[in-house]
């Protein structure tokens, strides 16, 4: 039996539900017993050492039936769980809240697994020294291009391989928006709003489109991947909004597209995000909202992944394969 405590039960969160509910008799099948024994959110939560129905928690929390008098630190720190899975908003500068619940959580002797980049930018190294030390394991692969197995791929299949460089496209927003503008020409502005009507863009985009976000997502790569010991003060960000059609309408005349790469090199321990040209037969040039990298190693050579770097489903299928590689 993994006794499973989720804090944070907003779009991930609750695509976490629906996955262990639907994928329960395959995990039971495969030897790990996911018992929920409590749930949260920023008002309040579920509780139960016995197990919670994945089902009635999603009915619950979509009807208003949490109970308010429970809290996540609350829960941390009375119920008996084995893995805690955060999934509460990032804020790339304090890691709060995140951060204080998984350093609670690893307290208590519990492995964690999150989707939340906060935490991690702000202390990768104090985070997982403080696992280590414990005999505990903290998983992230969520934390970068959602479902799309870079983190993984890099630390098992490629185990043993010196990693020289990564570069990629970790934001579908910035992509969504910048595919948009090579195939109709639209001014950013005009595809931003196009984006924010569809839902791909927030209502704040500035975190997207200014680099913020795929900056926070390399400064994980090059701590975790590259040995480095950075933060987000180490990475030079340019991003997207000062993209005119006219630049773009120069690159595509040209055989080049422009997209947002974010890049980390171990040879010069820089890392950058920035509007790149890129060869429209490079496999960085992808459309729409994917995600994707190339990772340059002195063994496997180059290797290229992309997938589907955000969505419910798609970042819990991320979450799920840590939870199965933390207990099978
Ligand atoms: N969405 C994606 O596709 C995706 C992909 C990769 C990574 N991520 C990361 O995963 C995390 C979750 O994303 P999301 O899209 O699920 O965000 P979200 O929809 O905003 O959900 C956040 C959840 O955290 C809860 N919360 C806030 N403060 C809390 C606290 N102190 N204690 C307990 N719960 C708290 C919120 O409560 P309420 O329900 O009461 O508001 C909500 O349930 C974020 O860090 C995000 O960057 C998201």
Request: net charge neutral; aromatic share 6%; proline share 3%.
């Given at each position: 039996?993994?006794?499973?405590?989720?804090?944070?039960?907003?779009?991930?969160?609750?695509?976490?539900?629906?996955?262990?509910?639907?994928?329960?008799?395959?995990?039971?099948?495969?030897?790990?017993?996911?018992?929920?024994?409590?749930?949260?959110?920023?008002?309040?939560?579920?509780?139960?050492?016995?197990?919670?129905?994945?089902?009635?928690?999603?009915?619950?929390?979509?009807?208003?039936?949490?109970?308010?008098?429970?809290?996540?630190?609350?829960?941390?720190?009375?119920?008996?769980?084995?893995?805690?899975?955060?999934?509460?908003?990032?804020?790339?500068?304090?890691?709060?809240?995140?951060?204080?619940?998984?350093?609670?959580?690893?307290?208590?002797?519990?492995?964690?697994?999150?989707?939340?980049?906060?935490?991690?930018?702000?202390?990768?190294?104090?985070?997982?020294?403080?696992?280590?030390?414990?005999?505990?394991?903290?998983?992230?692969?969520?934390?970068?291009?959602?479902?799309?197995?870079?983190?993984?791929?890099?630390?098992?299949?490629?185990?043993?391989?010196?990693?020289?460089?990564?570069?990629?496209?970790?934001?579908?927003?910035?992509?969504?928006?910048?595919?948009?503008m090579e195939k109709e020409l639209f001014p950013f502005s005009h595809v931003l709003l196009e984006a924010q009507e569809l839902g791909?863009?927030?209502?704040?985009?500035?975190?997207?489109?200014?680099?913020?976000?795929?900056?926070?997502?390399?400064?994980?790569?090059?701590?975790?991947?590259?040995?480095?010991?950075?933060?987000?003060?180490?990475?030079?960000?340019?991003?997207?909004?000062?993209?005119?059609?006219?630049?773009?309408?120069?690159?595509?005349?040209?055989?080049?597209?422009?997209?947002?790469?974010?890049?980390?090199?171990?040879?010069?321990?820089?890392?950058?995000?920035?509007?790149?040209?890129?060869?429209?037969?490079?496999?960085?040039?992808?459309?729409?909202?994917?995600?994707?990298?190339?990772?340059?190693?002195?063994?496997?050579?180059?290797?290229?992944?992309?997938?589907?770097?955000?969505?419910?489903?798609?970042?819990?299928?991320?979450?799920?394969?840590?939870?199965?590689?933390?207990?099978?």
């Open positions: 039996m993994v006794r499973i405590l989720l804090i944070g039960c907003g779009s991930v969160g609750r695509g976490f539900l629906k996955v262990i509910s639907r994928k329960m008799e395959w995990l039971r099948s495969a030897g790990i017993d996911p018992v929920i024994v409590g749930v949260t959110d920023s008002k309040g939560g579920l509780y139960d050492e016995n197990g919670l129905d994945p089902e009635d928690v999603l009915r619950k929390k979509a009807t208003g039936g949490f109970d308010n008098s429970i809290s996540s630190l609350d829960l941390i720190e009375k119920v008996d769980f084995d893995v805690g899975i955060e999934t509460t908003p990032t804020n790339a500068e304090t890691g709060e809240p995140g951060l204080t619940h998984i350093k609670k959580m690893l307290e208590r002797g519990a492995n964690v697994i999150t989707s939340n980049k906060g935490p991690l930018i702000v202390d990768f190294h104090g985070l997982c020294g403080f696992a280590k030390k414990r005999g505990l394991s903290l998983k992230y692969e969520a934390t970068v291009g959602g479902a799309m197995p870079l983190i993984s791929l890099i630390e098992k299949t490629l185990a043993g391989n010196e990693v020289y460089s990564i570069e990629g496209i970790f934001n579908g927003t910035c992509n969504y928006i910048l595919s948009r791909i863009a927030e209502k704040d985009p500035s975190y997207d489109i200014e680099g913020i976000d795929t900056a926070g997502k390399l400064v994980i790569l090059a701590n975790a991947i590259m040995d480095m010991k950075v933060g987000m003060k180490d990475v030079e960000i340019r991003g997207i909004s000062e993209i005119t059609p006219e630049a773009m309408e120069l690159a595509t005349r040209n055989g080049y597209t422009i997209r947002l790469i974010g890049e980390v090199r171990k040879n010069t321990g820089k890392l950058r995000v920035y509007p790149r040209l890129v060869s429209k037969s490079h496999p960085l040039a992808i459309y729409g909202t994917l995600n994707a990298a190339l990772v340059k190693t002195d063994l496997a050579g180059e290797v290229f992944v992309s997938g589907r770097g955000a969505g419910s489903i798609e970042t819990a299928s991320a979450i799920l394969n840590d939870l199965i590689g933390l207990y099978s």
